[in-house]
């Protein structure tokens, strides 16, 4: 079940407790816990979403075809340069968004001669 289909499915349970016959009142107490409930999930459901979409340094480096070495030198100057990436405090090891990865291609007139 995807992240959307969750909360869909946490909305719908909401409702039919709210209005088990259909239309009707509900209480601001029982609807603030359901917006609050749903509000939760909603978010976890991203930020997981999120935190498995981050690229590593090898991830990086094998969709650009650079060595891992290569790819940590790139890292460091686009953090440095456009604030790209994140590095894991006290460690060698970055973490990107997917979007990101259009900002750490080598530029080519740096690239090896073959």
């Known amino acids: 079940m995807d992240n959307q289909e969750i909360v869909r499915t946490q909305i719908q349970r ?3 407790e709210m209005f ?3 239309a ?3 209480n601001h107490l029982h609807v603030r816990h359901w917006l ?3 509000a939760q999930i909603a978010f976890r459901e991203g930020e997981t979403s999120v935190l498995l979409s981050l690229l590593t340094i090898d991830d990086a480096a094998e969709q650009l075809g650079v ?3 290569r790819m940590r030198a790139i890292a460091a100057n686009r953090h440095e340069r ?5 590095q894991v405090p ?3 090891q970055w973490l990107f968004r997917p979007g990101e990865l259009g900002d750490l291609a080598p530029d080519e007139k740096y690239r090896r001669k073959a």
Do not use: E, H, L
């Open 14 to 16: 909401a409702m039919d």
């Open 24 to 26: 009707g009142r509900a």
């Open 82 to 86: 456009f604030g790209t990436g994140w």
């Open 36 to 38: 609050d409930t749903i």
């Open 20 to 22: 088990p016959n259909g």
């Open 67 to 69: 060595s891992t070495r």
């Open 90 to 92: 006290g460690t060698n």
